[in-house]
């Protein structure tokens, strides 16, 4: 009671997260920003600075309920104020996301919590806080074993125990060397693992989006051809004729002959045997669904007005439009939830990137690509954005792709949270395994992996993350699956020379031109000055593909063929791949990808293989290269090729 009856309120600062004023008092501070999904929050991490202070709680740390807390000003800590001060200065210059900024704050907040209460030692100096540290860890992993309520996940008590180091290397100015000296970093006990097994199937990731879509499809369709009860097509339910009529998704009715041909509902002395299907019995209640539901809320929804049916269907059509979206682009949950509308390029979509956003977490822009099925999918989705911004509803996040209907009609930001609520107890989705984001980036991944026939950096570059977070987290799949794959490439492998029509097991060689006795063509240069007619090189046999000037991907197998080891010949076989690849999509022709297509490019890479290890300078160039391809940078040549089949492939529907 003597604590408390000097425990008062103390001056605050607010700090916008965007900025940090060079002169403030830490002890006052009070962080400020903005969540994804629109609303602000404050925490109050000034706090830490005093050893006796109101233990904190949670109600306290969100927006509209934030109230100060209550601290004993004598007892500010020098040190922490310096030690805050120096902390802020690191994380305001990070660049990190309102959210992300958010997340390590409160869990910097867990840490002194638990070294000011709960018997802590209350840290003023270097020794306490590894102290504490060492007591933090022993009681978080006490928590990953325990079931309930106390039990933390592994990831929460890796980022919470990162947290307090971070917080004790920048707060004290300690070099890398000297913190892993005091605090080895903590990582996770399976981050160098290949997952032997995928939490969810190929098939079963096959089976909610399908899910996901159809509703899109039947949800959006109804919003803006104003029509309802809403047919439904369930996957996993053989009635017929089924509808979906209630505002929180948890029943379907059938309603076979209950209609007329315009859409309209039969007198009820007509179908009143047809409704009695839905209900035990010929009760008072099935008059009640009649003039309920085909009267009162048919008549709302088609006269215009926003009824609580039509906000649910709406933000059920987000939810599995978001869905879709992630399963096309395979891109991260919190890029994806900043795009907005004016970011969005329609005529790129299945030809290039139509969208660009930047990864907070790995500090870079990265680029949405997806095949050009997405285009139907996101035009009849803008619509559906269209249609809710003519309510003129109040809120944030108007300008994003992404936004809910929320409490009092407000329009939202969409939650990375949001779709667990509304599918919970959702019919719609009884009896279908639901997929996380993570799950489906994973799904998409293996997708890739598989076409691209074990690519990682093709893999890597589509999901946009680096090779190695690509091969520890994204590419794993079964054992057997594994076994499978495995034991089908050696098959391959044995019969590689015969295949690819050589003569050899050895690697075919590649003559390097000189600048005086070759000429430079499409795919590199020609000896072949005197005009002699083109024969294949030594080590083809007759099924190789018969060299013809003029047709430049045949130049690869012919005698004459030579290559400069510089940046320009490189740029244009590697431009001729990409050109490889667009025209066998295009085409979708098994036998001409097996005879041309894919003897070119394994010589493509046979070539690039044989130049890097006879010139190690020019492995470097090769990067180059590869780097200007990804940007779609290609050789004047083969870009014209390139660009006439994609307008080839977006004429005919088919995505490259």
């Known amino acids: 009671m003597k604590v408390n009856s000097i425990m008062s309120q ?103 919590q638990f070294c000011d209460f709960n018997g802590g030692s209350k840290p003023i100096s270097l020794d306490g806080l590894v102290s504490e540290y060492q007591r933090y860890q022993i ?28 917080f004790i290397q920048w707060a004290l100015k300690l070099s890398n060397n000297e913190i892993i000296a005091l605090i080895p970093k903590q990582r996770s006990r399976c981050s160098g693992n290949i997952n032997e097994s995928r939490a969810v199937s190929l098939t079963d990731g096959q089976i909610y989006l399908r899910a996901c879509a159809i509703f899109f499809n039947q949800f959006a369709d ?4 104003n029509k309802y009860p809403i047919p439904i097509n369930h996957p996993n339910d053989e009635r017929e004729h089924l509808y979906w009529h209630s505002p929180f998704g948890t029943s379907l009715v059938s309603l076979p002959n209950c209609f007329n041909e315009k859409g309209e509902p039969l007198p009820y002395k007509k179908i009143k045997d047809f409704l009695a299907v839905n209900f035990k019995s010929k009760s008072q209640g099935i008059s009640d669904f009649y003039d309920r539901t085909l009267g009162y809320n048919r008549n709302e929804w088609v006269n215009g007005k926003l009824t609580p049916q039509k906000v649910y269907a709406y933000n059920l059509s987000v939810f599995c439009f978001y869905q879709i979206y992630l399963a096309f682009t395979a891109a991260n949950v919190q890029p994806t939830l900043d795009v907005k509308l004016s970011d969005i390029d329609l005529d790129k979509i299945g030809a290039d990137a139509f969208a660009k956003k930047h990864k907070f977490r790995a500090g870079r822009a990265v680029k949405f690509e997806a095949p050009g099925h997405l285009k139907r999918e996101i035009t009849k989705f803008l619509k559906l954005r269209d249609w809710i911004e003519k309510f003129g509803l109040q809120g944030g996040g108007q300008e994003y792709l992404f936004v809910t209907v929320g409490e009092n009609n407000t329009l939202k930001r969409f939650s990375r949270t949001y779709g667990v609520e509304l599918t919970r107890k959702s019919i719609l989705f009884k009896g279908i395994t639901k997929i996380s984001s993570m799950q489906i980036r994973q799904l998409a991944s293996e997708f890739f992996i598989r076409k691209s026939q074990g690519k990682v950096s093709l893999v890597a570059k589509k999901l946009n993350n680096s090779i190695t977070t690509t091969a520890r987290s994204y590419t794993s799949i079964d054992i057997e699956s594994q076994a499978q794959e495995m034991n089908r490439y050696h098959e391959e492998l044995s019969s590689q020379v015969l ?62 063929y030579a290559i400069h080891d510089d940046f320009e010949d490189i740029h244009k076989i590697l431009s001729l791949r990409e050109a490889l690849n667009a025209a066998s999509m295009i085409r979708n022709d098994p036998e001409h990808h097996e005879a041309v297509v894919k003897p070119a490019i394994f010589r493509i890479d046979e070539i690039l293989d044989f130049v890097s290890n006879n010139n190690s300078g020019m492995r470097k160039v090769i990067r180059q290269v590869e780097d200007e391809i990804d940007k779609g940078n290609y050789n004047p040549h083969w870009g014209k090729q390139i660009e006439i089949l994609i307008r080839r492939a977006n004429t005919s529907k088919r995505g490259v």
């Open 10 to 112: 103390r001056p605050i600062v607010e700090l916008y997260t965007k900025r940090l004023p060079k002169v403030y008092l830490p002890q006052a501070a009070v962080i400020m920003g903005m969540r994804a999904d629109g609303i602000k929050f404050k925490v109050d991490i000034g706090r830490v600075c005093y050893l006796e202070r109101a233990m904190d709680s949670e109600t306290r740390l969100s927006g509209k309920h934030y109230v100060p807390s209550c601290v004993n000003t004598n007892s500010l800590a020098p040190s922490r104020v310096e030690w805050l001060k120096n902390y802020l200065q690191v994380v305001f210059n990070k660049g990190w996301r309102d959210e992300t900024l958010r997340t390590y704050l409160h869990s910097l907040r867990h840490f002194f």
């Open 139 to 166: 009681k978080l992993n006490q928590r990953g074993r325990v079931n309930g309520e106390l039990s933390l996940k592994s990831s929460t008590i890796i980022e919470r125990l990162n947290t307090a180091r971070c």
């Open 222 to 225: 109804s919003i803006l051809d």
């Open 499 to 560: 295949y690819f029509n050589r003569t050899t097991h050895n690697p075919l060689p590649v003559a390097f031109a000189n600048e005086n006795e070759a000429e430079r063509i499409a795919t590199g240069s020609c000896t072949n000055i005197v005009g002699n007619p083109p024969t294949r090189a030594i080590g083809f046999n007759s099924k190789a593909p018969e060299p013809t000037c003029g047709t430049f991907e045949s130049c690869l197998f012919c005698r004459y």
